[in-house]
Protein backbone atom coordinates (compact mmCIF):
# COMPACT_ATOMS: atom_id res chain seq x y z
CA UNK A 1 0.00 0.00 0.00
CA UNK A 2 1.40 3.37 -1.06
CA UNK A 3 1.31 6.52 1.65
CA UNK A 4 0.78 9.69 0.31
CA UNK A 5 3.14 11.79 1.95
CA UNK A 6 1.61 15.97 2.39
CA UNK A 7 3.72 18.44 0.11
CA UNK A 8 6.45 20.63 1.44
CA UNK A 9 5.91 24.21 1.92
CA UNK A 10 8.57 26.24 2.57
CA UNK A 11 7.98 29.71 4.36
CA UNK A 12 9.40 32.38 6.19
CA UNK A 13 9.08 32.51 9.54
CA UNK A 14 8.97 34.32 12.93
CA UNK A 15 10.03 31.97 14.84
CA UNK A 16 6.95 32.80 17.35
CA UNK A 17 5.54 28.88 17.12
CA UNK A 18 6.25 26.19 19.18
CA UNK A 19 6.95 23.88 16.94
CA UNK A 20 9.92 26.38 15.35
CA UNK A 21 11.13 26.83 18.58
CA UNK A 22 11.54 23.19 19.69
CA UNK A 23 13.02 22.14 16.86
CA UNK A 24 16.03 25.35 17.05
CA UNK A 25 16.43 23.78 20.70
CA UNK A 26 16.92 20.29 19.05
CA UNK A 27 19.09 22.32 16.33
CA UNK A 28 21.26 23.73 19.43
CA UNK A 29 21.50 20.82 21.38
CA UNK A 30 22.65 18.82 18.20
CA UNK A 31 25.62 21.40 17.24
CA UNK A 32 26.52 21.50 21.05
CA UNK A 33 26.91 17.61 21.07
CA UNK A 34 28.51 17.21 17.51
CA UNK A 35 30.96 19.99 18.32
CA UNK A 36 33.78 20.64 20.85
CA UNK A 37 33.44 23.29 23.64
CA UNK A 38 33.77 26.71 22.31
CA UNK A 39 33.45 25.64 18.38
CA UNK A 40 29.54 26.21 18.58
CA UNK A 41 28.43 29.13 16.45
CA UNK A 42 24.64 28.37 16.14
CA UNK A 43 22.66 30.91 16.39
CA UNK A 44 19.77 30.81 19.65
CA UNK A 45 16.32 32.16 19.45
CA UNK A 46 17.49 35.97 20.13
CA UNK A 47 20.51 35.71 17.65
CA UNK A 48 17.61 34.49 14.89
CA UNK A 49 15.51 37.59 15.59
CA UNK A 50 17.69 40.41 14.36
CA UNK A 51 16.41 42.88 11.52
CA UNK A 52 19.68 41.32 9.61
CA UNK A 53 17.97 37.65 9.49
CA UNK A 54 15.39 35.94 7.55
CA UNK A 55 14.37 32.33 8.94
CA UNK A 56 12.80 29.92 7.01
CA UNK A 57 10.82 27.08 8.18
CA UNK A 58 9.63 23.76 6.10
CA UNK A 59 5.98 22.09 6.95
CA UNK A 60 4.26 19.11 5.66
CA UNK A 61 1.09 19.75 6.96
CA UNK A 62 0.79 20.68 9.76
CA UNK A 63 4.31 19.18 10.80
CA UNK A 64 7.50 21.56 11.20
CA UNK A 65 10.01 19.36 9.01
CA UNK A 66 12.95 22.01 8.69
CA UNK A 67 14.44 25.36 9.12
CA UNK A 68 17.07 27.96 7.40
CA UNK A 69 18.32 31.08 8.04
CA UNK A 70 20.43 34.16 5.87
CA UNK A 71 22.45 36.60 7.80
CA UNK A 72 23.24 39.91 5.86
CA UNK A 73 27.25 40.66 6.14
CA UNK A 74 27.40 43.12 4.24
CA UNK A 75 28.83 44.11 0.99
CA UNK A 76 27.40 41.63 -0.78
CA UNK A 77 28.01 39.29 1.58
CA UNK A 78 25.47 36.77 3.54
CA UNK A 79 25.69 33.61 5.35
CA UNK A 80 23.73 30.30 5.72
CA UNK A 81 22.63 29.83 9.80
CA UNK A 82 20.94 27.24 11.87
CA UNK A 83 20.01 24.58 8.99
CA UNK A 84 18.00 21.84 10.20
CA UNK A 85 15.75 18.90 9.19
CA UNK A 86 13.40 17.46 11.81
CA UNK A 87 14.46 13.82 12.78
CA UNK A 88 11.25 12.47 11.09
CA UNK A 89 11.96 14.02 7.75
CA UNK A 90 15.36 12.79 7.77
CA UNK A 91 16.31 12.17 3.60
CA UNK A 92 13.60 13.75 2.23
CA UNK A 93 14.52 16.73 0.43
CA UNK A 94 13.61 19.23 3.25
CA UNK A 95 17.56 20.56 3.50
CA UNK A 96 18.00 21.27 -0.25
CA UNK A 97 14.40 22.61 -0.57
CA UNK A 98 15.40 25.60 2.06
CA UNK A 99 18.67 26.00 0.86
CA UNK A 100 17.33 26.48 -2.35
CA UNK A 101 14.76 29.00 -1.34
CA UNK A 102 17.67 31.35 0.42
CA UNK A 103 19.37 30.90 -2.71
CA UNK A 104 16.63 32.27 -4.76
CA UNK A 105 16.05 35.14 -1.84
CA UNK A 106 19.89 35.89 -1.88
CA UNK A 107 20.06 36.24 -5.48
CA UNK A 108 16.94 38.44 -5.57
CA UNK A 109 18.28 40.70 -2.91
CA UNK A 110 21.39 41.26 -5.29
CA UNK A 111 24.06 39.01 -2.99
CA UNK A 112 26.76 37.99 -4.59
CA UNK A 113 28.01 34.96 -2.18
CA UNK A 114 27.01 33.18 0.29
CA UNK A 115 29.05 31.44 2.84
CA UNK A 116 28.96 29.12 6.01
CA UNK A 117 30.47 27.23 8.67
CA UNK A 118 30.23 24.06 10.04
CA UNK A 119 31.89 21.56 11.33
CA UNK A 120 33.61 18.13 11.00
CA UNK A 121 33.08 14.87 11.19
CA UNK A 122 30.27 12.01 10.26
CA UNK A 123 27.47 14.53 12.56
CA UNK A 124 28.14 17.02 9.31
CA UNK A 125 28.25 14.33 6.30
CA UNK A 126 24.95 14.35 5.15
CA UNK A 127 24.67 18.58 4.92
CA UNK A 128 28.05 18.85 3.11
CA UNK A 129 26.72 16.80 0.66
CA UNK A 130 24.32 18.96 0.39
CA UNK A 131 26.30 22.05 -0.11
CA UNK A 132 28.76 20.34 -2.74
CA UNK A 133 25.75 19.36 -4.65
CA UNK A 134 24.52 22.37 -4.51
CA UNK A 135 27.97 24.32 -6.02
CA UNK A 136 29.56 25.57 -2.57
CA UNK A 137 32.79 25.14 -2.38
CA UNK A 138 35.23 24.79 0.54
CA UNK A 139 37.53 27.85 1.22
CA UNK A 140 38.98 30.58 4.08
CA UNK A 141 36.94 31.57 6.97
CA UNK A 142 35.21 34.63 6.71
CA UNK A 143 33.41 37.35 8.63
CA UNK A 144 34.39 37.06 12.40
CA UNK A 145 35.41 33.40 12.23
CA UNK A 146 39.05 31.54 12.94
CA UNK A 147 39.67 28.59 11.43
CA UNK A 148 40.27 25.62 13.49
CA UNK A 149 41.12 21.98 12.98
CA UNK A 150 37.48 21.09 13.84
CA UNK A 151 35.43 24.21 11.99
CA UNK A 152 35.27 24.61 7.95
CA UNK A 153 33.62 26.91 5.24
CA UNK A 154 31.85 26.75 2.47
CA UNK A 155 31.02 29.27 -0.48
CA UNK A 156 29.08 29.82 -3.07
CA UNK A 157 29.31 32.88 -5.62
CA UNK A 158 26.34 33.72 -6.99
Do not use: C
Given at each position: ???AIAPLVVREDDLSGAQTQDLLRLHLAGMRDSS???????????????????????????????????????????????????????????????????????????????????????????????????????????????????????????
Open positions: MDVPPGHSFALDLSGLKVPEVTVWSAWRGEAIAGIGALKALGGGAAEIKSMRTHPDHLRQGVGAAILERIIETAKARGLKRLSLETGRGEAFEAALAMYRARGFASGGAFSDYVASPFNQFMHLDL
